[in-house]
């Protein structure tokens, strides 16, 4: 990543300074690359991806769209409220909160939910725990 692209992630997202290294941006970028195969380029185009939730926001929505077949960018996954992501999937809300339920029942597998219409915060950081900028 060039200094310029990093320049353009604070601009975009500033809390991006106050977070945990070890953490936050850490896990999430092996989240990143290990579990949904994008890049980098993926968050330059897309900081606030670091702003949610790992298991309430970014998992769930991620193992929706394994379950149903569906790829999509970042910002397509995370922003929309878990109605409109459901619908944007052609799912109803009902389907997408009995999935992110059985989630939660089974410690994020894939057949699971929770309901969190989380967006990412400002200036939260290093005493949260780990994984998480905010619940």
Known sequence: MSQADFARMVNVFPPILTLNLELNVKPKMQYLDQELGMCVQDVIAFPAYFGYSMHHRIAPRHRFLEHVGLRRSLSAMLCPSDARFAESVHRTLSDFLIF????????????????????????????????????
């Open 100 to 135: 992110r339920t059985g989630m939660d029942a089974t410690h994020l597998s894939p057949e699971g939910g929770n309901n969190c219409n989380e967006k990412p915060e400002a200036g939260l950081g290093n005493h949260l725990p780990p994984n998480e900028i905010h619940e």
